[in-house]
C-alpha cells in the first residue's frame, strides 16, 4: 500500500494550489478500510506538524493556521484526498506529505506519501 501526491510548486504569495493524494496497492477481495487520511507539512528546521485531515465520515479537523484557507476533501471511492490551498502565505512553504491510517482485518497501520514541496514567494 502506498501514498502518491501531486500537485506542489512554487506560487506567489495569494495564490493557489491543490494537493492531490491517491492510495493504491489494497489487495482486491482484502478486507480493509482506510480510515483517517490528511496532511502534514514541515518546513526546514521545524518539526512535522499537522495542517488537516478528514475521517472517512467526513469529519475534518485544521490548523489553526490554516483555517479558513485550506480546504481538504476526500473521495472515498478513489480512495483519495485534496488540499485546496488558498491565500497562501511564505510561512505555508514546506513539504506537504499525505497521511493515511488503515486497517487491514484487526491490525491498524499507517502509512506516508513521499512529500511533495510547496513554496510560497513573497
Known amino acids: 500500500v502506498q501514498l502518491v501526491e501531486s500537485g506542489g510548486g512554487l506560487v506567489q504569495a495569494g495564490g493557489s494550489l491543490r494537493l492531490s493524494c491517491a492510495a493504491s496497492?489494497?489487495?482486491?477481495?482484502?478486507?480493509?478500510?482506510?480510515?483517517?487520511m490528511g496532511w502534514y507539512r514541515q518546513a526546514p528546521g521545524k518539526q512535522r506538524e499537522v495542517v488537516a485531515a478528514?475521517?472517512?465520515?467526513?469529519?475534518?479537523l485544521y490548523a489553526d493556521s490554516v483555517k479558513g484557507r485550506f480546504t481538504i476533501s476526500r473521495d472515498n471511492v478513489k480512495k483519495m484526498v485534496y488540499l485546496q490551498m488558498n491565500s497562501l502565505k511564505p510561512e505555508d512553504t514546506a513539504d506537504y506529505y499525505c497521511?493515511?491510517?488503515?486497517?487491514?482485518?484487526?491490525?491498524?497501520?499507517?502509512?506516508w506519501g513521499q512529500g511533495t514541496q510547496v513554496t510560497v514567494s513573497t
Open positions: 497521511n493515511a491510517e488503515y486497517f487491514v482485518g484487526s491490525s491498524r497501520r499507517v502509512i
Open positions: 496497492g489494497f489487495i482486491p477481495g482484502s478486507i480493509f478500510s482506510l480510515n483517517s
Open positions: 478528514m475521517t472517512s465520515g467526513g469529519d475534518a
